[in-house]
Nanobody, 124 residues
Framework: QVQLVESGGGLVQAGGSLRLSCAAS????????MGWFRQAPGKEREFVAT????????SYADSVKGRFTISRDNAKKTVYLQMNSLKPEGTGVYYC?????????????????WGQGTQVTVSS
């Protein structure tokens, strides 16, 4: 088991930036692929970004490519999501997730531990 706690959400104007953090404890963090997902009001949870255990491999949803960057610091057991040029459709609860293995994963069934989420609201 790994426990995940997200932080960094808030209210931002369109075009602004936020950096989300996800602090992990428990299972060996440096061996785990990590991901970020989001759920907009009334919609299903969707994939945003993922990173392999080493940080070398990443993948992004088409809707955030070029604007969001996922990174990790294994010494601090933390994964980050830098979000730039935010759009109103980026509003939702952002969840951090720990994968079942060490690579990167774009589907939520590949993750077995989830944080409680942090709210991001982008105003137009």
């Amino acid at each position: 088991q790994v426990q995940l706690v997200e932080s960094g959400g808030g209210l931002v104007q369109a075009g602004g930036s936020l950096r989300l953090s996800c602090a992990a404890s428990g299972r060996t963090f440096s061996n785990i692929g990590m991901g970020w997902f989001r759920q907009a009001p009334g919609k299903e949870r969707e994939f945003v970004a993922t990173i392999s255990w080493s940080g070398v491999s990443t993948s992004y949803a088409d809707s955030v490519k070029g604007r969001f960057t996922i990174s990790r610091d294994n010494a601090k057991k933390t994964v980050y999501l830098q979000m730039n040029s935010l759009k109103p459709e980026g509003t939702g609860v952002y969840y951090c997730a720990a994968g079942r293995g060490s690579t990167y994963y774009t589907t939520d069934d590949a993750y077995d531990n989830w944080g409680q989420g942090t709210q991001v609201t982008v105003s137009s």
